[in-house]
């Protein structure tokens, strides 16, 4: 790694008005507390009482930055430095750069108070796409939304040709632009560019240009599909004349969508089990996307009462209000969260166990599964609207189940790792792309004011609408019904299983000793039913849907398998549960790393109030100052510095401590996601 002064300049890979070079930058950055006008490094935070964490002032200055031009990396120790580092290659190449920084929202927060920032995407506040500077031609982009992976792993996961150091730089010392580091770490720093170096390069391989790399992960699935259908006039055409933009059908769809089922069955809650097996149901999404039929017309309004009202051909979007519903079973599913109104209800885990009443909007698939699982005095459909139930466009199944043949293909191949990570990445990004959140919240950001999140006006929405149902691409409602398929899979099991099941997530099932098998046995058996029926009308060769490895095994999409036993399993809620397998302590909570693990000794200690603490997990919290103050800092060899940065994320321990057991929490949703709905008094 060279100065920055040592920069003589370099060859652009120009194509037309973009520079094709390969940039990265990061910073490293040191988080301090100011208490009572002292010092101190921000891992003493743990050992304050409540009072003076609340009273302690957190900020961070960046000490050192590198930017790679190619494979050669120069550091600089100021944005000074930095600033005059631009200019210097903005004389050699004056066109349009794109630097690619992994995890960009973290550096952004000290950029902006050194650049002026001409415009930003972003899905939510902070969390920054990409970010354009405006007294340089130069856009910064993240490489951690184009991977879903952390700069750790990335390595691995593309098999990369380097790997980020790990352990040569310790944290929790106070540095500073002065502080003078070793060749140890300096060459930490640098290998953290050269990690995002050789990821881009191997994704040029496909692109060609750095522009040209989608911003998302499943950006880049999504752009694969496109090029295939854009040109087809069929296809878009299919498409448009199913896209809904009437403000009341496109309000429900909204409102009837819903993730994965996560819950834990109440009656083994803080309870040490044995020999728990559990299967996984195999890519539960695509499955449903390949087989079941979907909303192919535009909803129109219809008149239905009941439920054998319903037409099988045709697909319902249904909003109903019911009255002294009560759950027949163990297991609990309609999710409180998901109600428009509700009335003296109890609660588990976020699922209703019973209520005087609840105002509701269901796809036909929910409906119906809710009349089978809850007693139910009545029930009042406010309004229902009926779509065409098809096949979804036979391209783009074929187009999900080549994806599959692939990643199995590739699977465990040597000399295929890449093809395999490529392939299984964007097959796992096959469902997202049905509900890309193309009509969010505006997010702004001003180099004053800085960042506003704003509603977006029903004019704005029907006109975002409009244009996806131009370009005849997707159909949010096939998004919809994807997830009210996948989770009707999986929980008309649940209901098979009722008491035997422990726990439950998505597409997984954790079931106590003793459970009927053949109610998995069954229902695989049906699933290759289906798929040989779905195959033989579709004219499509069964092997796609049950591919065959290296090793000659098959793979039948949709499929529960069997994962193993656990010696012992103890749950505390969603997302919160601890197994013990060959004497190994494994536990999931949501916000611990896996690392937390070794806070226990035993599966009996994952009880309420169990510290998660800062020491075994280094778990940290981001706290974001936008007005930090000036202030001299003694580095660790004790050199003093005046630090300025006017904007930062100081990183603080943090430990976690386990939720008491029934104070279960509700389906984690991403705000990114939360898709703007038309003001009804605005319709």
């Known amino acids: ?60 200055t960046m000490y050192i930055w590198q930017l790679s031009i190619n494979a050669d990396v120069y550091y600089g120790r100021t944005w000074n430095e930095l600033s005059q580092f631009l200019s210097l290659i903005e004389s050699y190449s004056p066109k349009k750069k794109i630097i690619f920084v992994h995890n960009l929202s973290f550096e952004f927060q000290f950029l902006r108070t050194q650049f002026k920032i001409k415009s930003v995407t972003s899905r939510k506040s902070r969390k920054v796409m990409q970010a354009e500077l405006e007294d340089f031609n130069i856009t910064f982009r993240c490489s951690l939304y184009m991977t879903n992976c952390s700069l750790e792993h990335l390595p691995k996961l593309f098999n990369l040709p380097v790997d980020k150091k790990v352990g040569d730089l310790d944290y929790t010392k106070l540095r500073h632009s002065k502080t003078v580091l070793t060749d140890k770490e300096l060459g930490y720093c640098e290998y953290d560019c050269l990690v995002v170096y050789e990821y881009i390069k191997m994704e040029l391989q496909t692109y060609k240009r750095v522009d ?131 009335k003296k209800h109890r609660i588990d885990n976020g699922r209703i166990i019973e209520a005087e009443e609840i105002e509701i909007v269901l796809t036909d698939v929910d409906f119906k599964f809710i009349v089978d699982t809850y007693n139910i005095e009545w029930y009042e459909i406010e309004s229902a609207y009926c779509s065409t139930y098809k096949y979804l466009p036979i391209k783009f199944i074929n187009f999900i189940l080549d994806k599959y043949v692939n990643k199995t293909q590739f699977k465990g191949v040597a000399g295929k790792e890449l093809e395999y990570a490529k392939e299984k990445s964007k097959f796992n990004s096959l469902y997202g792309m049905t509900v890309t959140n193309m009509i969010r919240d505006e997010v702004d950001y001003d180099n004053t004011f800085g960042w506003n999140e704003r509603e977006l006006t029903n004019t704005e929405i029907y006109d975002k609408l409009t244009d996806e149902k131009e370009k005849g691409f997707l159909n949010f409602a096939w998004g919809v019904w994807v997830t009210a398929y996948a989770r009707n899979n999986l929980l008309r099991r649940v209901i098979d299983l009722d008491d035997k099941v422990v726990y439950c997530d998505t597409d997984s099932i954790k079931v106590y000793a003793g459970y009927d098998k053949s109610i998995f046995d069954n229902y695989n058996k049906s699933v290759a039913d289906k798929i040989k029926n779905v195959a033989s009308i579709l004219n499509i060769p069964y092997e796609k849907y049950n591919p065959v490895d290296v090793k000659g095994k098959s793979h039948l999409l949709g499929e529960f398998t069997y994962e193993g036993r656990y010696d012992k399993f103890i749950t505390q809620g969603a997302k919160k549960y601890c197994v013990e397998k060959d004497g190994e302590i494994e536990i999931t909570v949501s916000g611990v790393p896996k690392s937390g693990a070794k806070c226990l000794t035993s599966v009996d200690e994952f009880r309420d109030d169990l510290i998660f603490d800062y020491k075994t997990t280094n778990k940290l919290t981001a706290m974001y100052n936008d007005d930090e103050i000036p202030i001299d800092i003694l580095d660790l060899k004790g050199v003093k510095y005046k630090v300025e940065d006017k904007s930062g994320v100081c990183l603080i321990p943090c430990s976690y401590r386990l939720g008491k057991a029934y104070e279960y929490a509700d389906l984690l949703t991403d705000n990114s996601s939360k898709r703007s709905i038309f003001n009804d008094q605005g319709i």
Request: glycine fraction near 2%; charge should be negative; aromatic fraction near 12%.
């Open 212 to 342: 040209r790399i989608p911003l998302t992960s499943t950006g880049q699935v999504r752009r694969e599909l496109h090029e295939k259908l854009d040109k087809d006039r069929k296809y878009r055409h299919e498409v448009q004349d199913m896209y809904n933009i009437k403000p009341s059908v496109y309000n429900l769809l909204v409102q009837a969508f819903a993730g994965g089922y996560t819950h834990a069955n109440y009656i083994y809650a803080d309870e040490v089990l044995k020999d728990i097996d559990s299967y996984d149901e195999t890519s539960a999404y695509p499955y449903v996307m390949c087989t079941e039929k979907f909303p192919s017309s535009i909803f129109t309004e219809c008149n239905i009462k009941t439920v054998d009202d319903m037409l099988p051909s045709m697909a319902y979007l249904l909003k109903i209000k019911f009255h002294n519903i009560k759950c027949k079973y163990f297991n609990n599913f309609i999710s409180a969260s998901k109600c428009l109104n509700i």
């Open 1 to 60: 790694m060279k100065y920055w002064t040592e920069y003589t300049g370099h060859d652009p890979q120009c194509v037309k008005k973009i520079d094709n070079t390969i940039y990265t930058f990061d910073i490293e950055s040191t988080s301090y507390l100011i208490l009572d006008n002292q010092i101190l490094p921000a891992n003493a935070y743990e050992e304050l009482d409540q009072k003076d964490k609340d009273r302690s002032i957190k900020q961070a």
